[in-house]
């Protein structure tokens, strides 16, 4: 069995090879039971008393696909860690020969969830995106909006690029962090005119009330979705759904997101309005843009196929 470490792991899914990866298995399918959730709960006096530090979640998510490949994703989230001076969650992923169950590599679960995350928006901007899409705008300055801009430079001629964040430091660092790549970066406050400049608006936060406004964004322009995954989260208000061309990774987004449920609440959107998934885009049955006028949203939750398709590209990497 092979062993990857977070740098490994990284190393091993670059992004012009994981976008096709993700591609490809969504055309071709695979068999994603419901995740299981498990709560887990430390005895009073090993937590010092402090309700958080006790309690665990842990998430197993399987996917396989017959004959052939069988994978399982561990997250274990712990909100007590950070007063332990720790992640609040770590993942590991584990895949195994779905004939004979032998064990064929394990690798960083962390890197994992955060690449095949960005590389579904890029996948998704590939069929959405204006193909002379240059302007990209995040809404959020953390992890996953860091590897954003590379993801989506390998699908669209991404030049400049725009931060917005609570905290107009975190943008700033991001924006540095963006000129040593090569891009034209910098952080803004004005999150209403940033939205109207852009031709791609990325949001990956965790917020829980609308950030961004359909008023907002310009003509031709695409939404990315990727922070709200439970029903009290949300990024978007329901105008950015309004004349918009809606799709979704899985159908499973509108019985978890608080980007869709919501909408859906106030009428202003309905289940029918969606125009497909990444599985019905990358085998051709759904078509994305068709014009350049017209707004494109996609609004993503995970899915255990993109941990699958991005450990099988790991193993395969090492000569598996």
């Known amino acids: 069995m092979h062993f990857f470490d977070a740098d490994a792991t990284r190393a ?3 992004f012009d090879r994981l976008i096709p990866a993700l591609r490809e298995r969504f055309a071709g399918g695979c068999e994603t039971p419901p995740r299981h959730v498990h709560e887990i709960i430390s005895p009073i006096g090993e937590a010092g ?3 958080a530090a006790r309690r665990m979640t842990s998430l197993i998510m399987p996917a396989w696909i017959a004959g052939r490949y069988y994978g399982v994703k561990i997250v274990n989230i712990a909100p007590g ?5 720790l992640p609040g969650l770590h993942a590991t992923y584990m895949l195994f020969d779905a004939r004979t169950g032998a064990p064929l590599a394990q690798m960083d679960g962390d890197v994992v969830t955060a690449r095949r995350t960005v590389a579904a928006s890029a996948l998704a901007a590939s069929y959405m995106a204006r193909a002379n899409a240059s302007h990209l705008l995040l809404v959020g300055a953390g992890r996953v909006a860091r590897l954003l801009p590379e993801a989506y430079r390998t699908v669209r001629p991404i030049e400049r690029v ?4 609570r905290r107009e430091s975190e943008a700033q660092a991001l924006a540095d962090q963006l000129r040593g ?3 034209n970066a910098s952080a803004t406050s004005q999150l209403s005119v940033a939205c109207g400049e852009a031709d791609i608006v990325s949001c990956a936060t965790l917020s829980t009330e609308a950030l961004v406004r359909g008023a907002w964004l310009a003509p031709g322009s695409h939404l990315d979705l990727i922070g709200s ?3 009290a ?3 978007a208000d329901d105008a950015c759904f309004e004349g918009a061309r809606l799709f979704l990774d899985t159908d499973e987004a509108l019985q978890k997101s608080g980007d869709l449920l919501i909408p859906m609440q106030h009428g202003a959107l309905r289940a029918e309005d969606v125009r497909g998934t990444l599985t019905t885009l990358s085998k051709g049955v759904a ?10 949203v996609f609004k993503s939750v995970g899915t255990a196929l993109e941990d699958l398709a991005a450990a099988i590209l790991v193993h395969e990497s090492a000569g598996g």
């Open 162 to 165: 725009t931060v917005w964040a």
């Open 181 to 183: 790549q090569g891009f």
């Open 229 to 231: 995954f439970t029903p």
């Open 287 to 296: 078509t994305g843009r068709k014009n350049d006028t017209e707004r494109t």
């Open 12 to 14: 091993a899914l670059p």
């Open 233 to 235: 989260m949300r990024e």
């Open 49 to 51: 008393g402090d309700p």
């Open 81 to 85: 860690n950070a007063k332990r001076g």
